[in-house]
């Protein structure tokens, strides 16, 4: 055997990390998001910055963690593992919000995707208020992608979004914030498609659209489909590709149901692609 051949590759296998809460449910969160990037072959890792007690049928309690002690988190990371992209979920109140984005920008995680988590499916409040503003002007300036529904983008911009118009103006005024990828997402619409709004970073803009699943299964699909974009990224595949593979997963996820829980149950991570996705450019 060669020398070359004794040798051990290291930090090779794509690795990502999910900055968010943890779900004791197990169906959104940090537990969706290592669950996808298992299901996408990438090695996940996690920096917790709140623990719920959290079932299908809502969210009981929460708990933040110290912001030393999530920047020890990061700095345990940063110091062993070569992270290829990250994503943000449940980020508390302002002080996590500011912790998470010094220290994204003391270490090379890769792209960030940034999920901005405001609220729990049962309606409790997973972002305080204070933290907005700060998102706005701190987070997203660091972001590759951001992913709201229309009502998160709406707080975001604080600004109703209802019409096609409305979203495409608000995915520009988002880019204009600092996001280089603008995904909106149109779940919480009431068409008969359901259709999320892609502007990229090269002002290429396009309507992913697909077949409306009547469910309560739903729990956890923005963290899903986030954390699918991420994996995806860290295996070298371009933005569009991510987030079109990404819309196939989550579609999948969700049409190809599991029973879970007596509420909004979890989507279905063992779920196949679901190819059914139409892409629908749209004219600079």
Excluded at 35 to 63: C, E, P, W, Y
Excluded at 140 to 169: F, G, M, R
Excluded at 235 to 255: D, L, M, P, V, Y
Aim: hydrophobic fraction near 40%; charge should be negative.
């Amino acid at each position: 055997m060669t020398s070359s051949q004794n040798k051990i590759e290291i930090n090779t296998t794509p690795q990502v990390v999910t900055i968010a809460g943890s779900d004791s449910g197990g169906g959104a969160g940090i537990q969706a998001d290592l669950k996808t990037f298992q299901a996408r072959h990438v090695f996940g890792m996690s920096i917790v910055i709140a623990l719920t007690a959290q079932n299908t049928i809502g969210v009981q309690d929460s708990l933040a963690i110290p912001s030393d002690f999530i920047s020890a988190q990061f700095d345990s990371l940063a110091a062993d593992f070569k992270i290829k992209a990250c994503k943000t979920g449940m980020l508390a109140d302002k002080a996590h919000v500011l912790t998470v984005v010094d220290n994204l920008k003391k270490v090379d995680f890769g792209p960030l995707i940034v999920d901005p988590v405001m609220i729990a499916k049962g309606g409790h409040p997973l972002l305080k208020e204070d933290a907005i503003d700060t998102i706005r002007t701190e987070l997203l300036q660091i972001a590759y992608v951001v992913t709201p529904n229309l009502p998160e983008a709406s707080v975001l911009l604080d600004k109703d979004i209802t019409t096609d118009d409305d979203i495409k103006e608000a995915a520009q005024r988002l880019q204009e914030m600092g996001a280089k990828n603008v995904i909106i997402k149109g779940g919480h619409a009431q068409s008969s498609l359901s259709k999320d709004f892609v502007l990229l970073e090269n002002k290429q803009a396009f309507w992913l659209e697909s077949k409306r699943v009547d469910t309560v299964r739903t729990h956890g699909t923005g963290d899903t489909f986030s954390a699918c974009i991420a994996a995806e990224l860290a295996k070298g595949f371009s933005g569009e590709e991510a987030i079109i593979t990404a819309k196939k997963f989550i579609q999948g996820a969700i049409s190809q149901s599991i029973s879970v829980g007596h509420g909004h149950g979890p989507t279905n991570h063992w779920a196949e692609l679901d190819e059914d996705i139409t892409i629908v450019p749209v004219k600079p």
